[in-house]
């Protein structure tokens, strides 16, 4: 069984819950990432995804003043890199996620995207043929 540390991005973009989504969204544009963990010193306080970014730009705010910890999805769920992509990829379905912070006990880890468990699961059906 492949886990999470098989496939995980561990260079996770991260940022604190006081700064504005406009530069924070412009990181995620930089890096070419979708998301971005909001950090409280070493704990993980939530996430910023490009939906939440696509909710905050419709409502018509002042990106450029507005605070991230307005926007962000507050305590997400998390998984272990023991993880299996089969048991991730049943959680980010069944909630709709995308994005997926992977964590040991409070320290962030990395970060496994929708697209990483896809990838993950195309390799090994190659591998299998």
């Not at 450029?64 to 769920?77: A, D, F, G, L, Q």
């Amino acid at each position: 069984m492949i886990q999470l540390r098989d496939i995980m991005t561990a260079e996770v973009l991260t940022t604190s819950a006081e700064r504005p989504v406009a530069e924070v969204t412009s990181m995620m544009v930089k890096i070419r990432v979708g998301s971005a963990v909001v950090m409280q010193g070493s704990w993980l306080a939530g996430i910023l995804t490009e939906r939440d970014v696509l909710r905050a730009a419709a409502s018509g705010s002042d990106l450029t003043k507005s605070p991230v910890s307005e926007w962000m999805t507050r305590n997400p769920m998390t998984a272990t890199s023991d993880t299996t992509v089969r048991e991730a990829a049943e959680v980010m379905l069944t909630n709709g996620f995308r994005h997926l912070p992977v964590v040991e006990g409070r320290e962030l880890k990395g970060m496994v995207s929708i697209r990483d468990v896809l990838a993950s699961g195309i390799r090994r059906r190659s591998n299998l043929e």
